[in-house]
């Protein structure tokens, strides 16, 4: 079992960046498949990045391709994604998530472990 911790939300005007961390417990945190994944007001989260747990695969939704990278260090159990070029509909409260194995995972079902969440705003 695994538990995850975000932070780095705030608050950011259009084309400025934020860093995410998210925290993870546990000794098999480095097997873990890790993703971000958003939502916003009265909408369904959706799926931002993920990768695979060597780091070896990765994946973006189209909206922010180009604009986010995911990374991650294993040895301090810690996945970022570092957010540039923000635009105001970006503005989301965010979560990483993590399932033991996988590959491309979009879905919010296909995680079965997430933090709490950290708010991003994104002001025009």
């Known amino acids: 079992q695994v538990q995850l911790v975000e932070s780095g939300g705030g608050f950011v005007q259009a084309g400025g960046s934020l860093r995410l961390s998210c925290a993870g417990s546990g000794r098999t945190f480095t097997s873990y498949t890790m993703g971000w994944l958003r939502q916003a007001p009265g909408k369904e989260r959706e799926f931002v990045a993920t990768?695979?747990?060597?780091?070896?695969?990765?994946y973006y939704a189209d909206s922010v391709k180009g604009r986010f990278t995911i990374s991650r260090d294993n040895a301090r159990n810690t996945v970022y994604l570092q957010m540039d070029s923000l635009k105001p509909e970006d503005t989301a409260v965010y979560y990483c998530?993590?399932?033991?194995?996988?590959?491309?995972?979009?879905?919010?079902?296909?995680?079965?472990?997430w933090g709490q969440g950290t708010q991003v705003t994104v002001s025009s």
């Open positions: 998530g993590a399932r033991m194995s996988g590959y491309g995972l979009r879905s919010p079902t296909q995680y079965d472990y």
């Open positions: 990768m695979s747990w060597s780091g070896g695969s990765q």
